[in-house]
């Protein structure tokens, strides 16, 4: 055995009746990765909850801010990518993710950090909430009760909102993201009323059903679009900001839960040069040579190829002061969706659906969340345990 596959299993090649298996779902997900998932609805009630108990009403106290930063890593960082794209165009002030320890050096007084971490011990946060504390910034603590950023947070008299560890980080975007942008609307920054969450937490529970263990691949969504990924080398674009953060999201999932190496990004940019993998060796030029007659199931590992699939927003006002105008991204969509045709690359679609920003995104999120899950366990992976990670960190700590 080579140095550092201890605990990897799997296989290579997806087994397709599994996903039509429950119990044999369940055996293989020992973590409970699809329960957690299916628990998203919940942690928006229960998250929302919980921040209606943190006194956010303080930070309204100083005013609006100079600007807001949030600091986190991995899921944590999302969050601030959530915020930004939710306050949209309009919002008075520049929301900035921050991904390493520290803060800005030009963060101070004037200024809100936002620390998020779902364990509350990520260096990255720690020490932004540091940095906020001794540089008299206005502070804001998400993470776990009775922890290290939860210590800080009452050190520095500022509100910290607890998030119950019921799931591993990557599971609790929802849990982690409404304290964040419940504190930025007691700043002024968005305007997320109750309804919102309430239907958000709504459409999740009801992708949740639809994307049940127990509904089979053909009516099931998440999935159809892992059977459609399994094998190939996924392109994950958005149509829109909106979209752009689910496929940034989708691209996380894919690579920490199913390990699959994955393109994401906004249409916009892959006008800019990425939309040339459309021509490449894995998308037109291996699809130019594939016979129409063969059996899929016979591909060998020669034959891997791009699977693009597409998130469109189609946004909620075309009037709003948006980065390009909607009629805009949906040309570029269409022109997308045509390309990947005529190259022969296979493109799945989702298209939000909702009447907020809030619940569209959350309606670009849940069924490739899921489909993530079902793609690692067609290889035989537990989506839950990544031994990579547990290594790097071994290996980093040293």
Known sequence: MIDGTAGVSGRRDADEALLDNPQALAEADPGGMLRHTASAGAQVRESAALAAEANLAVLADDGRPRAVVIAGIGTAGRTGDVLATVAGPRCPVPIIGHRSAGVPGWVGAADVVIAVSASGRSPEALGAAEAAHRRGARLVAVGAPDSQLQSIAEQARAPFIPVP??????????????????????????????????????????????????????????????????????????????????????????SANARYPVVTGALGEAGRGRVGLLDGVFGGLAEGERDIFADPAEDDGESTRLRLVLLRDGGLNA????????????????????????????????????????????????????????????????????????????????
Request: charged letters at 25%.
């Open 319 to 398: 009037e709003d002061d948006t980065d390009e105008p909607l009629a805009v991204e949906e040309r570029r969509a269409d022109a997308v969706q045509t390309l990947a045709e005529r190259r022969g690359v296979r493109c799945d679609v989702v298209t939000a659906e909702g009447g907020s920003a809030l619940e569209r995104l959350a309606s670009l999120i849940a069924v490739p969340d899921f489909a993530s899950i079902y793609l690692a366990l067609a290889h035989g992976l537990d989506p839950m345990a990544v031994p990579a990670i547990t290594e790097m960190k071994e290996l980093s700590n040293q």
């Open 165 to 254: 560890r019921r799931a591993p980080a990557r599971a609790s975007l929802w849990a982690l993201t409404v304290p964040v942008l419940l504190a930025a609307r007691s700043l002024g920054l968005v305007k997320v009323n109750e309804a919102d969450l309430a239907e958000t937490a709504a459409r999740l529970d009801a992708d949740a059903d639809r994307c049940r263990s127990a509904a089979e691949s053909f009516v099931n969504p998440a999935k159809s679009l892992a059977l459609g990924l399994a094998g190939s080398i996924p392109i994950v674009w958005g149509s829109s900001p909106l979209a752009t953060v689910a496929a940034r999201r989708f691209g996380d999932t894919l």
